[in-house]
């Protein structure tokens, strides 16, 4: 993994629990302190099925919600990589590196996880395909082609 560069954060929304900026795609009010109060608990291990569609159809970062050019990188679980299906938006690589050193170490899931994981795998990739739910409540789903890079790794 390379070293985290901390993308900027700092108009998102924390979560006081932890200490931690909440992802633009977990949180339900976009995330910005302006639109959503600051004492409100997150989930971080959600994925808010609107974001997640406005991360896909207007590019946009998962974690800091800014736009992506270039390579995307997904993170998930080895089972996520292995169905080549992720939960969660794809982020910028500084953003996945930011993410996989904060919030693993939290011991809550995160990152679209239902569990507390400890063994991440990062999909580097040349584009995407969405999938939309077809049924109420189910989720959103990314779907990489154009593997560049798949890295195992343990976080936090």
């Known amino acids: 993994m390379r070293a985290p560069v901390a993308p900027d954060l700092s108009e998102r929304r924390h979560d006081l629990r932890h200490g931690v900026p909440v992802p633009f795609a977990s949180d339900p009010a976009a995330g910005y302190a302006a639109r959503g109060s600051a004492s409100e608990p997150a989930d971080l291990g959600a994925v808010v099925k609107a974001r997640a569609i406005q991360c ?77 739910p077809d049924l109420r409540g189910a989720p959103v789903l990314f779907h990489p082609n154009s593997v560049v890079a798949t890295t195992v790794t343990t976080a936090g």
């Open 56 to 132: 896909a159809l207007s590019r946009v970062c998962g974690l800091c919600g800014l736009s992506m050019s270039g390579t995307t990188t997904f993170v998930g679980s080895p089972a996520e990589s292995d169905e080549n299906t992720f939960a969660f938006p794809p982020m910028h690589p500084a953003c996945v590196d930011f993410a996989l050193a904060t919030y693993p170490s939290l011991g809550v899931p995160v990152l679209g996880q239902p569990v507390v994981r400890d063994e991440w795998v990062v999909v580097e990739t040349g584009g995407f395909e969405l999938e939309r």
